[in-house]
């Protein structure tokens, strides 16, 4: 491959070399953007088609477009709001063309330019693969913090899952999952240069990690122009390897305006509530057999160290000793708010200004924006200062020089811990005595001499303690900067050099106080965890940008660039389980040697690639893309990779004329991309554990590495159509895709008897198929300005394991109490398998002697994390400066195992538990439950068995049996909820500002869903092992007030 | 034509870019790994591989979660499910791998490295902590992968291994380590104190190597009498324990990190006590080595918890582990010169070694209760304990189980083979109400090495929790 470089370059040369010049020089253009009935249009986006010449018009709606190639042009003034006006005129040598637009408004977009591939701006109409654009405005009116979260139900063929934590991860996949063990989620570029949307924390799926989030939401959606996503490889083929998951190109806005700046302010403030908690029961508190009796919470008394509620009835007019209560009886007595009174009260205030100015050769804006967040966890805070700036500058007609930069300051304290353990709170409350007065657990806190007062003192903390005493605190400061200089070669060639880098340095540091109970990792004296962590990607790339003058119909350009990135990242941690002088939580004052961990890993891939487009009479467009990688990864010799795509469409309103059809294209593209593994996957490692008792030791990998790794491929081609009707008020995209990625590079489970439990092999093949649409619609709109929009999203994935290894059948991806998630042939990516009830042949129940349910035989496939479909339907109602708008996300399908449900069941703490309990308040349980099945017996016959068990034995022989707490995991949302008013120019000009915007809003404001006591969204960390709620953190519900003010 | 330079020049650039990008010499320099060796030497990898393997088999995992419930030395207390012989796929997969792709593969480089480097010390210790870590692992499940096992490093192996029958497995242990402790030489290069057990001790390893072989053979007393005498005497004329200073032990360090995994294990949150079984046959002995395997409880007395039970008693009414074998700084022993005694003291008594069992049977006592710190007036009344007088197989079965506490894989294998002491299950006991005769087989072997499993389930007729392993049929 590597003569393929050589090749590409001679192609380059020679197309430099010998196609004669064309001898002609450039012109300028210039001219006003107005609106019919407004006036000049301020912000339009005029453009040159072929070639990358384009300006924003001042607060005068005029433009200046200079070193345009001479011959006719075609000229765009794009804006959003307005249908995209074009008109051609002729350019001559040193002359200045005039052209002026008037635009007319459009509830539906056309030709809108959009931003593609290597930050090249195109018109939509010369796209021949699916890509979505989202407006900066409406991520930002989505009133949400985490840009990812702020996309949900806006675009089709992305599955978001939200974070429930504030601050965690959301997690996003393009066109489902191509990848069986690596990352699936797409590749992010913000100004052209690829930032990272790593997951703090690492894997959270642990036992009582934080989810420190996925570090994209450092973007403020304040400062972001538009989204466009490239939903697949097609789209994608010219970003690689890392592309292959689809990519989401974010532009920052630029400076706007005309000789004179302009300053944009606006704020916004909302409250948040926990959005639904489970349903707990009431009517029996703490206990075992109905029976408690506190003596020291250690189990020196009756039960006193259970944390289950299996106690005696509340309310019923009987004393107990408790924990409060100096060994006195007591009022047994229910809290049935303890729970919710936990959670406070969130406030998130955002609040953003931003200067921008623009002249003709230059432009710039420069904005501040600052978030507070107060969740609904006591404690925790969080704070984001984000600085950023965007300037450009035409240095002479030839030289333009743009640069970005963001630096983002976030602070965070007293994140909630999630997963299954004893540092999450909604943990502690499965694991609970129902009766606790948790006000008073907050009132009380320590006892006289300091230590924690609680309800028990063997298993679960105060919740807080946990949350308030036991403290961890995060900083991570980012720096995301791209630097380039555009020149003009020649008329038809423009070259460009750019350099980027996204950086990040983040510090995490998590105490736990002396006497914090039942966490085996932390000694009575307390114990602290801290960690360092950079990351840096460089990318460095030049790109030569050909547009050939037009040979009669035809139009033909080209472009080609070559690309270095460098990845860089360290981590250093220390974690020590106990301390000399308590309270002190510094690495000198270990009472332990502490454990360390120290990381350092570098990747670089090359890259050079090129693009040939060509297009008949602005009707039918084709292009072909090439790119070949050598990545470091991969073995000497055959680190390099190449990788086509082709893609064509036609408009095919041009040709003849549809009824009811202003705009009609369909679309069909094909493409290949190649894939690189992870660092260090070539030979295998010892690692180094502690030294035992000051002797040091190594252990061997249990992965068995390969030294003949070759690239993965994904192959994909899609088509699609778009339509618009109806005097623009109709439009429909459909696209309909299938993906293939082979030769996958996996670790492969082996028999650990092969002294190894996985080796890594090229092996694998996932494929995806699937639907996306995306309607949207003006069904109203009346002269006195009234304006009724609807616009819908759909999308359908199917994946399927078309093969593993040899006959290997199934790769566990994960496996968490009692249930794993899997890879299986034949089966879609990501099924979920464990244990299920045992029924004999006549479909009776099979139980034990004692009458209680079993699962018999191997697992059973319960279900799949993917859902079968999700849609967003979003609707607004607009009215004279009024609007009302709303977005509804749904889920249709896959399956969620719950261990909430799981695990509350076992302990009594949920509402359900209460079957088998509802009567007999003279009994200590209550009635029991009437079984009613068969037994087996030991010469395998079935024999009829009925027996009345306890609500106890009941409830809690049910924690193995997968099944039952696997839900279908549908549910709808009602996203957002927008109520806007723009004050009218007369008012606002007495108020001595140009404009004024004020609105409420509210998110996640209702859920509907089939599934008990948990938000079926849930997601506790961006990894491929999906489909499980472990004592989830509640979702945030929130509603507020924004305002935002041109002075 | 004054366009035409600039062009010529980013042309130029370009396939110098391009150039650059392919010819990038760098590259594979770039993934050499950092952080990692890729060659370290055998007595690290033997550190480490003896530490998780006496700890996995003999901490909190095999011995106090499985087999010391299940020879009814220890009781679970609050969550009782394996007490109760609910066994999880979870656990019994983490044990299989943990074994063999953990210590097992790394001994087997210890053993490959000191063949390599000319260190036959290294490498006979290599063989004969395999063969230790094997011979757990087949007493717990029977047939086994053996002699295909181990051999992912061969280029070009397959991703499967076939199990040997348990006979296979024990013939060729033997032989292993009678070969094994012919190659140990004290003059040769000695590992030093990267050895956990002896020091690195040529002579000692050698005992240790026979005296495996004594408990290797005694095991086939059923099974196979006529080749379990043979090694029995092979192995005794070699050289066994003598001393208490020979035992086998590991012996945790109190530094907060390093401790014993019982001591780790029950420092949050104490879930496991003594078994009313132990508690109850000390006490009819009046044997001084209750207090040494049992704490008081809160009223001062020692209580053990009832087998397989799920009552719920007040936790400070239960014994604790002594502190003997649940400090920081707690022995794990691996074999002992009692247990040594011990299977001389059957020998004898089988015939297959001369002797005067009935001796042989009290200097076991005796030794044991030395090495526990037992006053030695005490021993001599407690040998004077009718009760304690030696009465055949019967007195052996008991005071050996007595003695294997803290080695719960032993104390599980002796009872299964001799049945003594005759213990039965607790009243909540699932599994038929039964005690189980082996471990089941990963579940995960069906979807990884399907066919050799399916041979081996056959051939044992069945692999169930009641399916009697090869020596114990």
Known sequence: ?1047 | MKTRIPVVRAALAGALAASAAACDDGLTDLNQNPNQPTLVSPDYLFTNATEAAVTRAMGSGLHMDLTALWAQHYGEMRYTEEDRFELRDPTVTGHWNGFYAGPLQDFNEVVMAGDSLGRPNVEAMGIVMRSWTYHVITDLWGDIPYSEALQGRVPGSPTTAKYDPQQTVYQGLLSELAGAQAMFNPAGIRMGTADLIYGGDPAKWRKFANSLRLRMAMRMSQADANAGRAAFQAALAAGVFTANADNAVLTYVDNGVDVHPIFASQRAAPTHGVNATIVDSLKALTDPRLGIYANRNAGGNYRGEIPASQTDVSLDSISRIGTFFSKANAPSYLMTYAEVLFLQAEAAERGWITGDAAALYRAAITAHMQMLGVAPGDVTTYLANPRVAYAGLPSIGLQKWITLYGNGPEAYAEWRRTGYPNLRAGPDALNEGRIPLRLTYPTIEQSLNGAALQEAVSRQGGAGLNNPVWWDR
């Open chain 1, 1 to 1047: 491959m590597r003569k393929l470089g050589w090749l590409l370059a001679f192609l380059a040369l020679l197309t430099g070399a010998a196609r004669p010049a064309a001898a002609q020089g450039t012109g300028t253009i210039q001219g006003t953007v107005t609106d019919a009935e407004s006036g000049p249009v301020q912000g339009a986006r005029v453009t040159v088609d072929g070639t990358s010449i384009g300006a924003a018009t001042g607060a005068d709606g005029r433009f200046v477009l200079r070193g345009v190639p001479a011959g006719r042009r075609t000229v765009r003034a794009a804006m959003l709001g307005y249908a995209t006006a074009q008109r051609t005129v002729a350019v001559t040598d040193g002359g200045t063309a005039t052209a002026s637009f008037t635009l007319s408004a459009a509830g539906v977009l056309m030709d809108e330019v959009v931003v593609t591939a290597l930050g090249i701006t195109r018109e939509e109409r010369e796209i021949s693969t699916a890509v979505q654009e989202v407006s900066g405005e409406d991520l930002e009116r989505a009133g949400e913090t985490n840009l990812v979260s702020a996309l949900s139900g806006k675009v089709s063929g992305v599955t978001i899952t939200n974070s429930n934590t504030p601050g965690g991860s959301a997690r996003i996949v393009i066109r489902g999952a191509n990848s069986i063990t690596n990352d699936n989620q797409p590749l992010f570029i913000v100004d052209g240069v690829p930032v990272t949307n790593s997951q703090g924390g690492g894997g959270t799926v642990g036992y009582n990690a934080i989810d420190y989030g996925n570090v994209v939401q450092d973007l403020n959606p304040a400062d972001i122009e538009s989204i466009t996503v490239l939903k697949g490889p097609n789209a994608a083929a010219l970003y690689g390897s890392r592309a292959a998951n689809g990519a989401v190109i974010i532009t920052t806005k630029s400076g706007r305006g005309g000789g004179g700046g302009t300053v944009t302010a606006s704020s916004s403030v909302t409250f948040e509530r926990p959005l639904r908690l489970p349903d707990y029961q009431n009517s029996y508190g703490q206990g075992f057999g109905g029976r408690y009796g506190y003596v020291n919470g250690r189990g020196g008394g009756i039960n006193d160290d259970v944390d289950e509620s299996w106690g005696p009835r509340l309310d019923n007019d009987t004393s107990v000793v408790q924990f409060f209560s100096n060994g006195q009886p007591a009022p047994w007595v229910s809290n049935p708010n303890n729970v919710r009174n936990f959670f406070e009260t969130g406030r998130t205030a955002n609040t953003s200004a931003a200067f921008s100015y623009a002249q003709d050769a230059a432009n710039m804006r420069l904005s501040v924006a600052r978030l507070d967040q107060d969740g609904t966890y006591p404690g925790f805070g969080l704070t984001r200062t984000t600085v950023g700036f965007n300037g450009g500058a035409d240095l002479n007609d030839r030289l333009r020089a743009n640069a970005s930069v963001q630096y983002v300051a976030t602070d965070a304290e007293n994140r909630p811990a999630q997963g299954y353990g004893t540092d999450n709170v909604m943990w502690q409350f499965l694991w609970f005595g129902r009766q606790v007065d948790t006000g008073l657990l907050q009132e009380r806190l320590r006892n006289a001499d300091g230590s924690q007062y609680n309800w028990n003192s063997r298993w679960n903390n105060n919740p807080y303690w946990t949350a308030t005493v036991n403290r961890n605190w995060d900083t991570r400061d980012r720096v995301i900067g791209n630097a380039a200089v555009s020149y003009e070669l020649a008329s038809w060639l423009t070259g460009t050099v750019r350099s980027g880098t996204d950086w990040f340095e983040e510090n995490r540091k998590r105490t736990y106080e002396a006497g914090t109970i039942g966490d085996s990792d932390v000694d009575p004296s307390g114990a602290f965890g801290e960690a360092n962590v950079f990351s840096r990607e460089t990318n460095s790339d030049f790109l030569l940008t050909a547009t050939l003058p037009a040979r009669g119909a035809w139009n033909l350009g080209g472009h080609f660039g070559g690309n270095r990135r460098d990845n860089l990242s360290r981590t250093n941690s220390l974690y020590t389980r106990g301390l000399a002088v308590p309270g002190v939580f510094d690495a000198n004052n270990a009472a332990v040697t502490p454990q360390l961990e120290d990381w350092r890993e570098e990747r670089r891939v090359n890259s050079l690639y090129g693009m040939a487009t060509a297009s008949w009479n602005e009707t039918w467009f084709v292009e072909a893309t090439a790119r070949n990688d050598w990545s470091s990864t991969l073995p000497e010799g055959g680190n390099s990779y190449f990788y086509p795509s082709v893609a064509s469409n036609l408009i095919f309103t041009q040709l003849v004329d549809v009824p009811f059809l202003s705009y009609g294209k369909v679309r069909a593209s094909w493409s290949e991309v190649g894939n690189d593994t992870e660092p260090y996957q070539l030979l295998d490692p010892y690692s180094a554990d502690a030294p035992f008792a000051g002797i040091p030791r190594y252990t061997g990998s249990n992965l068995l590495r390969n030294l003949q790794l070759r690239p993965e491929r994904t192959r994909s081609m899609e088509i699609g159509t778009e339509l618009r009707g109806l005097d623009n008020r109709l439009g429909l995209e459909v696209t309909y895709y299938r993906e293939r990625t082979r030769d996958q590079i996996i670790p492969v489970q082996t028999t650990a008897a092969t002294g190894f439990t996985a080796r890594m092999l090229n092996a694998g093949t996932v494929s995806n198929r699937g639907v996306e649409l995306s309607l949207d619609a003006t069904p109203l709109r009346l002269a006195n300005g009234l304006e009724w929009t609807v616009q819908a999203n759909y999308t359908r994935n199917r994946s399927n394991v078309d093969a593993l290894y040899g006959d290997l059948k199934t790769l566990v991806l994960g496996t968490y109490y009692n249930v794993s998630v899997e890879a299986r042939v034949g089966d879609p990516y990501g099924v979920m398998y464990g244990r299920k009830y045992a029924y004999d042949s006549q479909g009776r129940m099979v139980l034990t002697s004692a009458g209680l349910p079993v699962t018999n035989g191997p697992i059973q496939r319960l279900g799949k994390y993917d859902p079968d479909w999700t849609g967003g339907l979003g609707s607004s109602l607009s009215f004279r400066g009024v609007q009302l708008s709303a977005l509804v996300d749904m889920r249709q399908g896959g399956n969620l195992y719950s261990l909430t449900n799981a695990y509350g069941t076992r302990s009594g703490v949920l509402a359900r538990t209460l079957r088998g309990r509802e009567t007999r308040p003279d009994t200590l349980q209550g009635n029991g439950i009437v079984m009613e099945g068969v037994t087996v017996t030991a010469a395998g016959d079935t024999v009829p068995h009925r027996r009345r068990v306890t609500a106890q034995q009941y409830h809690r022989s049910l924690t193995n049996i997968a099944e039952e707490f696997v839900y279908d995991a549908s549910f709808v949302k009602l996203r957002e909820v927008r109520l806007q008013y723009a004050v009218p120019a007369r008012l606002t000009g007495r108020m001595g500002v140009s404009g004024l915007e004020v609105a409420v809003i509210g998110r996640n404001l209702a859920l509907w869903t089939d599934v008990p006591n948990v938000d079926p969204e849930t997601a506790f960390n961006a990894g491929n092992v999906q489909g499980f709620e472990y004592s989830q953190f509640p979702s945030a519900r929130s509603w507020g007030f924004s305002l935002s003010v041109t002075p």
